[in-house]
């Protein structure tokens, strides 16, 4: 089975300040993992992926997220934020070679203040 | 990767009625995914496509309120039946290429029911 927690169901920052959402995981084989954004009344939107290659992953925006394996952690950052990042953020694991489903956290709702 | 396209991307139906949503893939995917999102909640599995045999459904979604096909493996529906107000959601469809385990999304639709 697989799972994904999403520590904080908001967080707020204000702009230049870095940003970290959190995300723990579940899986009883090796993880593909994926931080995708959601815009106000807008479609998913991919922000990087993790699919067993570099731990470090650099996706769009200047965001980044690392996987830790002995942490079951997939922890999203940003070093500085921008008033545009105000957002929702999905953490998303699809556990491969079981029954391929995505399955998304929560949700953390970004709010970045001026 | 994969580009899907699904319609309609909005609607607002009377309750009792029904609503049948596409999904096109521009590419043959092997797992094929419907999901609800609710106002201000995350994505929950509806069920999971399968080609020419009946959906595998989640747990508080039944095949008589939505019953999907999937002819072959580049399109599906999902059909959402006897409508009520509290089915005004955005339904997405989604694919996962099991080979490089990545997932890809349709923009959605979002439907609201009066």
């Known amino acids: 089975a697989q799972s994904v927690t999403q520590l904080d169901s908001h967080v707020s920052v204000s702009e230049g300040t870095p940003v970290l959402l959190r995300c723990n995981y579940s899986?009883?084989?090796?993880?593909?993992l994926f931080w995708y954004v959601q815009h106000p009344n807008k479609g998913l939107q991919l922000l990087l992926k993790?699919?067993?290659?570099?731990?470090l992953v650099k996706g769009i925006n200047g965001f980044e997220a690392e996987f830790k394996k002995s942490e079951t952690s997939f922890h999203l950052t940003k070093p500085s934020a921008h008033m545009s990042d105000a957002a929702e953020y999905f953490c998303?694991?699809?556990?491969?070679?079981?029954?391929?489903?995505?399955?998304f956290g929560r949700g953390t709702s970004l709010i970045v203040h001026p | 990767s994969a580009v899907i396209s699904q319609k309609p991307s909005r609607d607002i139906c009377q309750r009792g009625t029904s609503l049948t949503i596409q999904c096109q893939v521009d590419?043959?995917?092997?797992?094929m995914f419907w999901y609800r999102q609710q106002p201000g909640q995350s994505l929950t599995l509806i069920a999971t496509a399968n080609q020419g045999s009946e959906a595998t459904y989640e747990s508080g979604f039944v095949i008589d309120k939505f019953p999907i096909s999937r002819p072959n493996l580049t399109f599906s529906t999902l059909t959402v039946s006897n409508m009520s107000p509290e089915d005004s959601s955005i339904y997405l469809c989604?694919?996962?290429?099991?080979?490089?385990?990545?997932?890809?999304f349709g923009q959605g639709t979002r439907l609201t029911v009066v």
């Open positions: 899986s009883s084989y090796s993880p593909s």
């Open positions: 998303v694991v699809i556990q491969s070679g079981g029954s391929y489903i995505p399955t």
């Open positions: 989604s694919v996962v290429h099991s080979l490089n385990t990545e997932a890809f």
């Open positions: 590419s043959q995917v092997t797992m």
């Open positions: 993790y699919t067993s290659a570099a731990t």
